[in-house]
Nanobody, 120 residues
């Protein structure tokens, strides 16, 4: 079973940047696909970006043009570089193993995530 731990969140002003990390363990990293999701208070969890096991990258509408996802197989880590942050990006960000480019989580367990707060 894969264990994923998010880090890198924080408080930033609008227009600023953050880089989130998702450290993986428990299974051969290069065999699974990972996605970033976020959930703001009172809203549904939404897909942000995904990186497939073979390095293909996809973005949700909210991330296009501002966020960059990547993976480092040697470090067994997936990253989310977020630039030009907006107050509406404020949310808890999670990474999760997904079953493919439908971005369906492989189980119902969600970690603690990492809080991103963007001030106006």
């Amino acid at each position: 079973q894969v264990q994923l731990v998010e880090s890198g969140g924080g408080l930033v002003q609008a227009g600023g940047s953050l880089r989130l990390s998702c450290a993986a363990s428990g299974r051969t990293f290069s065999t699974f696909t990972v996605a970033w999701f976020r959930q703001a208070p009172g809203k549904e969890r939404e897909f942000v970006a995904g990186v497939t096991f073979n390095g293909a990258i996809y973005y949700g509408d909210s991330a296009k043009g501002r966020f960059t996802a990547s993976r480092d197989n040697a470090k067994t880590t997936v990253y989310l570089q977020m630039n030009s942050l907006k107050p509406e990006d404020t949310a808890v960000y999670y990474c999760h193993e997904v079953s493919g480019i439908g971005w369906r989580p492989t189980n119902d367990y969600w970690g603690q995530g990492t809080q991103v707060t963007v001030s106006a």
